[in-house]
C-alpha cells in the first residue's frame, strides 16, 4: 500500500476503536454484534486491514450511532449521537406509534419553549 492507503486505513481504523470504545464495547462483543472475527475487527482498528464496503455497513449498524460514511470519514455530519442523543433515540424506537408522536409532539414544544427563552 503506498503511503497515503497506508494513512487512510489507520484513520479509518481510529474511528472505528473509538467508537467501539464509546460504547465500552469489546471486540468480542463487537464481533458477536456483527458476525465479523475478533481478529478481523482488530485488524480493522491497527490499520493491518483494510475495510470494504460491506464490512463499515455490519459495522455501522451495529454501533447504532455512526454511518458508513462516517468510519470512511467521508461523510461530514457532526460527529457520532452523544450518549444522550443515542438514549432518546432507542427510547423513540421502542415506543409504539403513540408513543412516537408524544415524544416529537414534547421535543417540539420543548424546542419552541427553548427557542422563545433565548435572547436576541
Not at 63 to 85: M, N
Amino acid at each position: 500500500m503506498d503511503p497515503a492507503a497506508l494513512a487512510l486505513t489507520a484513520r479509518i481504523g481510529q474511528r472505528l476503536r473509538a467508537e467501539r470504545n464509546r460504547h465500552r464495547l469489546s471486540l468480542a462483543d463487537l464481533s458477536a454484534r456483527t458476525g465479523l472475527s475478533k481478529s478481523r475487527i482488530s485488524n480493522y482498528e491497527q490499520g493491518l486491514r483494510r475495510l470494504g464496503l460491506e464490512s463499515a455497513c455490519t459495522l455501522a449498524a451495529a454501533l447504532e450511532t455512526v454511518t458508513p460514511a462516517w468510519l470512511f470519514g467521508l461523510d461530514h455530519a457532526p460527529d457520532p449521537l452523544t450518549d444522550e442523543e443515542l438514549e432518546l433515540l432507542r427510547r423513540f424506537r421502542a415506543a409504539d406509534a403513540g408513543g412516537q408522536r408524544t415524544i416529537v409532539a414534547v421535543t417540539r414544544a420543548i424546542a419552541i419553549c427553548c427557542l422563545n427563552r433565548r435572547e436576541p
